[in-house]
């Protein structure tokens, strides 16, 4: 069955520092992976996909299909990039229904 | 352009009421979702549509039933309200505009049964 973990609840870094957002998948087809940002008081939003290998807000993912991971990585962090993150699998291809990962809290602080 | 908006956004029931979450878009998107968050777990998806007048189950349909009434709504029902089914409930958009993956999240209803 597919699954998407991400094993840290909550990620607590200074303005400046390197940033890395831990998520792993279980899937046995040909992986589609997503991250999502919540920022207080916002709804989920797309950040950025897999397929489109672009940089949004400085952050970037790559998939490793070896290791079935997509780490979401910025080299120096903003405070307002404190959001909730969620990485997501696209399970149902052409339907795409998603399955979340538990999500982690980031906190940047000044 | 409104987005995706769901009503109501607070609700509290009793156990074995009814209720139903509305949902709409104003995007022209074909597929529409409904997911639920728990504490402490990722979203889960209940039900979609693929298109006006289609739906499926997601991976928790038990306790709802969904209806797509048109391309622009998507309505999410709980027909007996059981606690279990206390939860975050969001309506979620989807369709590839001008070349572009276009996914879009309502603001949730909080929902509270007890």
Known sequence: ?110 | NAGVTQTPKFQVLKTGQSMTLQCAQDMNHNSMYWYRQDPGMGLRLIYYSASEGTTDKGEVPNGYNVSRLNKREFSLRLESAAPSQTSVYFCASFDFGRDAYEQYFGPGTRLTVT
């Open chain 1, 1 to 110: 069955a597919q699954r998407v973990t991400q094993p840290e609840k909550l990620l607590s870094v200074f303005k400046g520092a390197p940033v890395e957002l831990k998520c792993n998948y279980s899937y046995s087809g040909s992986p589609e992976l997503f991250w999502y940002v919540q920022y207080s008081r916002q709804r989920l939003q797309l950040l950025l996909r897999h397929i489109s290998r672009e940089s949004i807000k400085g952050f970037t993912a790559d998939l490793n299909k070896g290791e079935t991971s997509f780490h979401l990585k910025k080299p120096f962090a903003q405070e307002e990039d404190s959001a909730m993150y969620y990485c997501a699998l696209n399970y149902g291809g052409a339907t795409n229904k998603l399955i979340f990962g538990t999500g982690t809290l980031l906190a940047v602080q000044p």
